[in-house]
């Protein structure tokens, strides 16, 4: 082998190097050991093949490390077959052991390797196959996504989601930047959006913003920005989502909530309203309204209540109503309020008294409920509480009239006893007795002539009386005629009574008849005069003034006796009114009654001025108007006036001929009293209403209008036609007159005294 | 003689008590016009009897003229007869109550009442 003098000549100087190895290490054995390495190395080298791929490389490599290990098997088969010749220099086999382990060594090294770079490359396509995949998903997310020059805003890529939304290409949108997309948004207030961003301040912002398509439509997007600083060039990436469902259900959950809140805010109000409503009837101050607990304890109370028991509020919610009740209403009220709680009633009425701060007592009408929850449990106690003083004293004033009517029998029977004793007595007397002078009988006779007139003063009084309160029988005959006569005939009267008094008369105006009932109209007089007579000393004026008004006569009756208190003034015209000053003189406490009501029924007015120790005036009043006479009184109305009486007379003969289709007698006749008379009928009709002004009786004066308006008609029209209008208006007339003359102003003068004429 | 005393403020009718009176021996008759009066009078012409009237004017009338005088020793023992002319019943229980002796309701007769007299005179 032409190698081999090479290799001797080199391992033998190795081997001289190397000597003691002979001794300590069998060349066999290192040429085993070489030959195990080097099969090692070439299975190592082809199983890099599989590593590498390098198949051509490997195989050749393997082929060649086979090749040194045939030849030393060749060797280690001729040391066994005792070659000596061709034995191995052992210091040359021990080198190429060392060769073989750095082989062996060298080629796992380089499997390593391979390896390693294999596994790193396998990683990398499947971090790379993630990554388009990752890549693709966002293209087509429906997420706008956006990388774009942090410097310049220009889009550098974006996603397909977003060309689908803007409807731009992706090329499009490479030339526009985020401001563009933006309507609302200019380069300044974009600039301030993303300035967090660029000073590193946040990781992210996120914002709302409006997106404008490039056919211009508009749609709503919330931006998610975060700024890759570490990019080269830093770049924005934003990420937008189309957020128009989302702001339909917001906008769909605003309305919904501002419905919501408006339901609430109206129910609330109603609430309010209600418990306004509530609170309002509870604040009423017609009754007292009081919330109270089982334990009897006040809640709430209002004003009337706090009125009623003459406590403040809040004195009253530190009571219980037990504490403020009348201890003798207790028992009741308690035993009601226990069935109230135990459900046996829901409410309870009652009547009972408090005791008010004052002390004074209260009658009071309760009604009392009981509040309860769903469960059924007593929630609170409800009451209205009523003060009847009002209602007790109106009891209170029956049971006076009652006693006053009572005292009044009592006096009348007294006052009809007394006189009836002188009659009984004497008359018994001269009938049971001889002795009597026949100047003694006559004094008798007198006294017992006299007291029987008294007698019948009095009862013709007590008849007056309950005539009047009856209103039937009562009845005034009224007449034109003069007040002067009636006055001058009742002081002659009293003259010839020799009372010791001084009647003077003193007349002022133009006197005038006036409608009235001469006889009721003295006795007027006469109840005045007598009661002057009474409490003036014998000596003093009684005087009279009559005073001719323009609506009215005055006629007033003064006297400088003992006069009244104001108390008594005021009470001197009820009924059995007596003051008790009164009681030392005869009479039935009727008298004054009796003359109001006279004055009443002649539609007159009637008052006192009265002073204790000065004297007292009495002054009434009659109007000049005459038809002013209540219908309760039964006035036997006359005709007003002769003409009336006339007109009357002709108008129901007219109606009587025309009735039976006959000829009209003097229809100029009736013409002319028509006219004249209605004229002066509404005339003074007028003049009532404008004196009284009543509006319920503009109805009334409407209807005059109308016949005021017919009469007017009836004037100017030429004289022919109006005859043939006559019977029409005849008629018309004849029904107006007897309807109102006769009726209809007894109802009209019952309405203005009712409204106040005798106030 | 016994001695009669006529309380009433109605001239006829202490006229008619007075002639109902005159001609009957034995009996001595005064008049007054008022309770004070007559308070007085049992004083001073101490009668035997009263006719008291009930309505007087003045500050008393004849039943608390009744109880002063048969509240006071002195006159306790004077009879009183009222006149009452209201004739109710709780009239003459209240002239009972305050010591009247018997009473006669207006209009009286005066026979009637002569033996009313007498009778409680005896």
Known sequence: ?759 | MKKILIAEDNENIRELISVTFTGLSGYDVMEVDSAEKAIEATKTYKPDLVLMDVMMPGPIDGIEATRIIKNDSDTSGIVIIILTAKGQKQDIEVGKEVGADDYIIKPFSPGELIRRIESVLT
């Open chain 1, 1 to 759: 082998m032409a190698w081999e003098p090479l290799y001797n000549l080199e391992l033998v100087e190795a081997s001289r190097f190397f000597g003691f190895y002979e001794i300590m290490i069998p060349t066999e054995i290192i040429l085993f050991l070489s030959i195990a390495l080097q099969f090692w190395a070439a299975i190592y080298a082809l199983k890099l093949i599989r590593v590498t791929g390098r198949r051509l490389a490997w195989i050749c490599i393997s082929f060649a490390i086979l090749l040194m290990a045939f030849r030393r098997c060749i060797t280690v088969f001729r040391l066994v077959t005792d070659d000596i010749k061709h034995s191995p220099d052992q210091m040359a086999e021990g080198v190429a052991l060392l060769i073989s382990v750095l082989m062996v060594v060298g080629i796992s090294r380089i499997h390593i390797y391979f390896q390693q770079v294999k596994k790193l490359e396998e990683e990398r396509s499947q971090a790379e196959s993630l990554l388009v995949r990752f890549g693709r998903i966002l293209d087509h997310s429906f997420n706008e996504i956006y990388i774009f020059n942090a410097e310049t805003w220009k889009f550098i890529q974006v996603n397909f989601g977003a060309c689908k939304n803007l409807q731009y290409s992706q090329e499009e949108l490479t030339k526009l930047t985020p401001v563009d997309l933006k309507p609302e948004h200019a380069k300044e207030t974009f600039a301030e959006l993303v300035r967090p961003l660029m000073e590193k301040q946040v990781p992210m912002v996120v914002f709302e913003a409006v997106h404008e398509r490039k056919d211009g439509t508009l749609y709503p997007v919330l931006v998610r920005l975060q700024l890759m600083h570490d990019e080269v060039p830093p770049v924005f990436v934003a990420i937008i989502g189309d957020i128009t469902e989302q702001k339909k259900y917001e906008a769909e959950l605003e309305s919904h909530r501002n419905h919501l809140e408006e339901l609430v805010e109206s129910r609330t109000r109603e609430l309010e309203k209600s418990l306004q409503r509530t609170k309002s009837y509870f604040d009423m101050p017609l009754m007292g309204s009081v919330i109270s607990n089982l334990n009897k304890g006040f809640i709430d109370v209002n004003e009337e209540m706090c009125r009623i028991t003459g406590y403040r509020k809040d004195e009253l919610l530190q009571k219980t109503w037990a504490e403020i009740t009348h201890p003798d209403d207790m028992k009741i009220d308690a035993g009601l309020f226990s069935e109230l709680v135990s459900g046996v009633r829901d409410t309870y009425t009652m009547e009972k008294r408090y005791v008010r701060k004052d002390g004074s007592i209260v009658p009071v009408e309760i009604f009392v409920s009981c509040i309860r929850n769903e469960a059924g449990a007593v929630n609170y106690f409800a009451a209205m509480v009523n003060d009847i003083s009002d209602r007790k004293g109106v009891e209170g004033e029956k049971e006076r009239l009652s006693q006053m009517k009572t005292d009044f029998l009592s006096t009348a029977a007294h006052e009809l006893r007394t006189p009836l004793t002188t009659i009984r007595g004497f008359s018994e007397l001269i009938s049971t007795r001889s002795n009597f002078s026949g100047e003694q009988i006559r004094n008798y006779s007198h006294l017992i002539n006299k007291e029987s007139e008294n007698l019948a003063d009095i009862i013709d009084d007590l008849l007056d009386l309950s005539r009047i309160e009856s209103g039937k029988s009562f009845s005034l005959n009224v007449k034109l005629a003069n007040l002067v006569g009636s006055v001058n005939e009742e002081i002659e009267t009293f003259n010839r009574q020799d009372t010791g008094h001084e009647f003077p008369l003193l007349l002022k105006g133009d006197p005038y008849e006036v409608f009235i009932d001469p006889e009721k109209m003295r006795q007027v007089l006469r109840n005045l005069y007598s009661n002057s007579v009474k409490y003036a000393e014998t000596g003093c004026e009684i005087s009279t003034k009559i005073e001719f008004n323009d609506d009215a006569v005055l006629i007033s009756v003064s006297d400088k006796g003992e006069g009244m208190s104001q108390d008594q003034v005021n009470r001197i015209f009820e009924k059995f009114y007596r003051s008790e000053e009164v009681h030392k003189f005869r009479g039935t406490g009727l008298g004054m009654s009796i003359v109001k009501y006279l004055i009443d029924a002649h539609a007159g007015k009637i008052w006192i001025k009265s002073e204790i120790g000065k004297g007292t005036t009495v002054t009434f009043e009659i109007p000049k108007i005459c038809c002013i006479w209540r219908d309760e009184y039964s006035v036997n109305i006359p005709p007003i006036d002769d003409q009336h009486k006339t007109l009357l007379k002709l108008i129901c003969e007219m109606a009587d001929s025309i009735r039976n289709g006959e000829e009209m007698k003097n229809p100029e006749l009736i013409l002319d009293e028509l006219v004249s008379y209605a004229e002066f009928h509404l005339k003074y009709e007028e003049n009532l209403l404008e004196k009284y002004r009543y509006p319920e009786l503009l109805v009334y004066k409407r209807s005059h209008k109308d016949f005021g308006d017919k009469i007017e008609h009836f004037k100017n029209t030429p004289k022919d036609e109006r005859l043939h209008l006559l019977p029409k208006i005849t008629v018309f007339t004849y029904n107006w007159l007897m309807a109102r003359i006769l009726k209809e102003d007894a109802i009209y003068s019952s309405y203005l005294i009712e409204k106040g004429v005798n106030k």
